[in-house]
């Protein structure tokens, strides 16, 4: 079965301090992987996809098959990327989520 | 933005009333999902379309039915609302699945049941 397990629910940093909010995936085949952000009252927006290897407002994703994750870094965090993130698994027709990670940033 | 909206935006019901929440995407796209989102359990898919009259549960579908008569409505019926029912509701959109093929979201539905 499909499943995406965000294991903290709240991270909180200092601005300037590295970041890295974990996700692990269970899939069998090789996984299409997201990270999604949403900001405060703002609809969910496309962060990054693991197929492009991009680095989006300072982030990156690396997928680790051996260890079924796929992590989202920025080594200095903003106060702007205070947001509500989530890991997405979108392999078959269904697009399955993590329960998300609160990051907030304090300046 | 992607054309995708949501109707109503916010609403408050009755336990026991029957609700219809509205997406609608000007995209043509063929993938529609309804997520509800609550503290703790992230975004949870309620049921997907994967074209005209095809849909399919997801994992909290329970007291929740849609419908899909055309490939830019996508409805979500509570039949009989109740308060665990109460939450944010995101309706989705995507083109495919695959490699590289974004999801574009609305912008949410609160409904409080009372």
């Known amino acids: 079965a499909q499943r995406v397990t965000q294991p903290e629910k709240l991270l909180s940093v200092f601005k300037g301090a590295p970041v890295e909010l974990k996700c692990n995936y269970s899939?069998?085949?090789?996984?299409?992987l997201f990270w999604y952000v949403q900001y405060s009252r703002q609809r969910l927006q496309l962060l990054l996809r693991h197929i492009s290897r991009e680095s989006i407002k300072g982030f990156t994703a690396d997928l680790n098959k051996g260890e079924t994750s796929f992590h989202l870094k920025k080594p200095f965090a903003q106060e702007e990327d205070s947001a509500m993130y989530y890991c997405?698994?979108?392999?078959?027709?269904?697009?399955?989520f993590g329960t998300g990670t609160r990051l907030q940033v304090f300046p | 933005d992607a054309g995708i909206t949501q109707s109503p935006r916010h609403k408050v019901t009755e336990t026991g009333t029957p609700v219809t929440l509205r997406c609608h995407q000007t995209?043509?796209?063929?993938?529609m999902y309804w997520y509800r989102q609550d503290p703790g359990h992230g975004l949870r898919l309620i049921h997907y379309s994967y074209g005209v009259k095809d849909t399919d549960k997801g994992e909290v579908s329970d007291g929740y039915s849609v419908s899909r008569s055309k490939t830019e409505d996508f409805l979500l019926t509570l039949e009989s609302a109740t308060s665990s029912q109460t939450s944010v509701y995101f309706c989705a959109i995507r083109p495919r699945t695959g490699k590289n093929t974004e999801a574009f979201f609305g912008q949410g539905t609160r409904l409080t049941v009372v």
């Open positions: 995209e043509n796209h063929r993938y």
């Open positions: 899939y069998s085949g090789s996984p299409e």
């Open positions: 997405a698994l979108g392999n078959t027709d269904k697009l399955i």
